[in-house]
């Protein structure tokens, strides 16, 4: 069963930047696509970002495009979110997930919280 552990949340002013880690058991990581989610409370999980199994397709949520850079290092198991020029908005809990086919999610970490402040 692969485990996924998000790290790198925290606080930060509007404006700045965070690292998002997803770290991933098992020897089948770089076999899959990875995708990053964001959730508030009452609301629905939303989609943010996605990665090919090899790194060479990306795909972005129209409110992250331009300021997030999902990436990838399949040597380490590790997915990664850079989160540049961060809003209030941008404020939720965030969750990698693997994506089993079909953009079909099927494994999900526990998610990390960031917060940001105006």
């Known amino acids: 069963q692969v485990q996924l552990v998000e790290s790198g949340g925290g606080l930060v002013q509007a404006g700045g930047s965070l690292r998002l880690s997803c770290a991933a058991s098992?020897?089948?990581?770089?076999?899959?696509?990875m995708g990053w989610f964001r959730q508030t409370p009452g609301k629905e999980r939303e989609f943010v970002a996605r990665?090919?199994?090899?790194?060479?397709?990306?795909s972005y949520a129209d409110s992250v495009k331009g300021r997030f850079t999902i990436s990838r290092d399949n040597a380490k198991n590790t997915v990664y979110l850079q989160m540049n020029s961060l809003k209030p908005e941008d404020t939720a809990v965030y969750y990698c997930?693997?994506?089993?086919?079909?953009?079909?999610?099927?494994?999900w970490g526990q998610g990390t919280q960031v917060t940001v402040s105006a």
């Open positions: 997930a693997r994506d089993q086919g079909g953009s079909t999610y099927d494994c």
């Open positions: 098992g020897r089948t990581f770089s076999s899959y696509a």
């Open positions: 990665i090919s199994w090899s790194g060479r397709s990306t």
